[in-house]
C-alpha cells in the first residue's frame, strides 16, 4: 500500500513506521508517499510535527483507537462464496445482533458457530451491530472512530470477512450496521487532517459532520468510499445506515442520493442487490424516494412507529414518547400508512411531525419489529418485552410484526422470549469520560418517564460496570431449561410464522392497500395506562390473522368471501362457518393465523 492521506491545510506530513518518518508528497490536498508498505505494516501520520496519529481510513486498528493503525490488503482472504446471488432487505427477514453478547466469547467467530440456529428459524439476514473500533473492549459499537476498520476484540477485518463468508455459505445475507453521522468522543483524531466537521450544523454528539461547507467534497468521499468498502471488499449485502437525519447536508445532491447512486452503480458491477437502510427520525418518505425524483434512494427505512404502536397495545405503557400511541385506531393507521405522525402532532416533539407515505408505495420499504437494541436497550433497566408479559402476548407481537406488509426484523434472543437484559455498557479507559457517561446516562432519562413505569426511583445500571456487560450475553440454556418450556415453545412459533409468512402469498406481499385491522370487545374500562384487553383481525389479502388479547376466550367474527384453513396457531382454535366468513373461537392471549 502506499501511503496516502488527505491534510489540505498541513505544511508537512510524514509516514510514521516504527520510529522512522519519512516525509510525504503534496499532491494538491493529498500528501502521497513512494514507499510501499506491505500487508501487515504498523504506520501512523504525523501532521505539521505532530504526535503520529491513526490513518483516516485505517483499515485495521489492533492496537485500539489510539494506536497505529495497520496495512489489511483484503485480497489476502481466501473467498468460497463464488456462487453466491446476493439478498434483498426488502421484504426478507433480518436479524439483529450485537457480536459481543450474542455469544459467550463475544466474537465474530463464536457467532459462526450459532448461523445455522438462524436458518432454522429461517432468517435471510443477519444485521450485525456496528463493528467500528471504539475505545475499550465493551461496547454497543455507536462511539467508533475508524469508519473503515473493525474492531480487533470482534476479530478484526480478517475475522469480518470469514463471518461474511461463512453466512453466504448457510444462504443468509449480512447486513452491517454503520455510523457516518458521528463519531465517538475518544480516539478521534479527524480534526488534526482536514475540516472533517463544521460549526454550521449541530447534532446531539456537537458539529455535525462537514458534508456542505468548504472541504466537504473530500469529507463525502470519506463517507462514500467507507460504504462501498464493505460490499466490494467484505461482500456484506446490505448496510444500515445510523440516524440519518443527523446527516446535515443542505448541498443540491445530499450525501446519501449520492451514496445511493454509487451502491447501485456497484450493484451492476458485481452482479447482486446492494441494500441500503436508514434509520430516520423524519418520518419523511424522502428516504425510499427514488433519487431521480429528488429523493435519497434508500432501499429501506426504519419505521419506529409500527413498533410504538405494537408495543403500546399490548403492555399498556404510555410513558416518553409513546404518549401518543396505544390504541388500535393508532395500530390501525401504522399498519395501513406506515407513519403514525404523518404530518400531525407529536406531543412528545411538541410539535408537527412527519409527512404521509404516498399511495401505492411497498410496504417492504419499511422495517420494523417489537424488539430492536434502541427500544430495548434504552429502557432504564434494558428489559425486554419478555420480563413484563406473559408467552401469549409475546406470541401476538411476533405475529403482528411478522405477518405484517413490512420487512420484519428481531432483536437478538427475542425468538426464544430471552430474559436476559440488553442494557448500555461502555469500557471507557479515561475516568473523565467514564464519570460523564454515567451522567449522561442519569440525565437522559430524566423526562421519560420511567420511575412511573418502574414505580418509582430506580438505580441505573452502571455503563462501566463489567457486570452490566456481562448481564446482557444471551443465555441459550434459557431453552433447554424443562422449569421453562415457553423458551422452546416460542421460538417454534418463531419459526412456524417465518415459515408461514414465506408460502401464503398474501402475508409475503408489502401491498398497503391490501391491509386492513379490525377490532371489538375491549372492556369499558379507562385503556390509557393498561394494555388493551380486546380482540383483532388483520387482513392480509384474503389472509386473516386473528388476535385475541384478552384474558378469556373469545369467538371473533372473521369476514371473508372464501373458505379458510388454520395455518398456524399458538393455542388449538375452533372454526365455525357463518354466512359471511366464520367465527373463530379463541383461547385467552392467543393468535390464530388463516389463509
Known sequence: M???????????????????HRPLTADGEWWVGEIDLPHGTDYAFSVDDGPPRPDPRSAWQPHGVHGASRVYDPTTFAWSDDGWSGVDV????????HVGTFSDEGTLASAIEHLDELVSLGVDLVELMPVAPFSGVRGWGYDGVATFAVHEPYGG????????????????????????NHLGPSGNYLGVFGPYFTDAHQTPWGAAINLDGPGSDEVRRWVCDSALRWFRDFHVDALRLDAVHALIDLSERHVLSQLSDEVAALAEELGRPLSLVAESDLNDPITVTPTADGGWGMTAQWDDDVHHAIHTLVTGERHGYYGDFGSPEVLHKALTRVFVHDGGMSTFRGRHWGRPVPPGTDGHRFVVATSTHDQVGNRALGDRPSARLDPGRLAAEAALVLLAPFSPMLFMGEEWGARTPWQFFTDHPEPDL???VRVGRRREFGGHGWDVLYGG????????????????????????????????RLRDWYRSLIAVRRTVPD?????????????????????????????????????????????????????????????????????????????????????????
Do not use: K
Open 2 to 20: 502506499l501511503p496516502r492521506v488527505w491534510a489540505p491545510t498541513a505544511a508537512r506530513v510524514d509516514v510514521v513506521v516504527g520510529d522512522e
Open 434 to 436: 467514564a464519570a460523564a
Open 90 to 97: 426488502s421484504g426478507h427477514v433480518t436479524y439483529e445482533l
Open 457 to 488: 426511583d430506580i438505580e441505573l445500571p452502571d455503563p462501566q460496570d463489567p457486570a452490566t456487560f456481562r448481564a446482557s450475553v444471551l443465555d441459550r440454556t434459557e431453552l433447554d431449561d424443562p422449569a421453562h418450556p415457553e423458551h422452546a
Open 157 to 180: 477485518p480478517a475475522g469480518l470477512q470469514s463471518f461474511v463468508d461463512a453466512a453466504h455459505a448457510r444462504g443468509l445475507g449480512v447486513c452491517l450496521d454503520v455510523v457516518h
Open 507 to 595: 402475508l409475503t406481499s408489502g401491498d398497503l392497500s391490501a391491509t386492513d385491522l379490525v377490532w371489538g370487545g375491549a372492556s369499558e374500562r379507562d385503556q390509557s395506562d393498561v394494555p388493551w384487553d380486546g380482540w383483532m383481525v388483520l387482513h392480509r389479502g384474503s389472509a386473516r390473522v386473528v388476535v385475541n388479547l384478552s384474558g378469556e376466550e373469545v369467538a371473533v367474527p372473521v369476514h371473508t368471501d372464501g373458505s379458510l384453513d388454520v395455518v398456524a396457531a399458538w393455542d388449538p382454535a375452533s372454526i365455525e362457518a357463518t354466512p359471511d366468513g366464520a367465527l373463530v373461537t379463541t383461547p385467552p392471549r392467543s393468535v390464530v393465523v388463516l389463509a
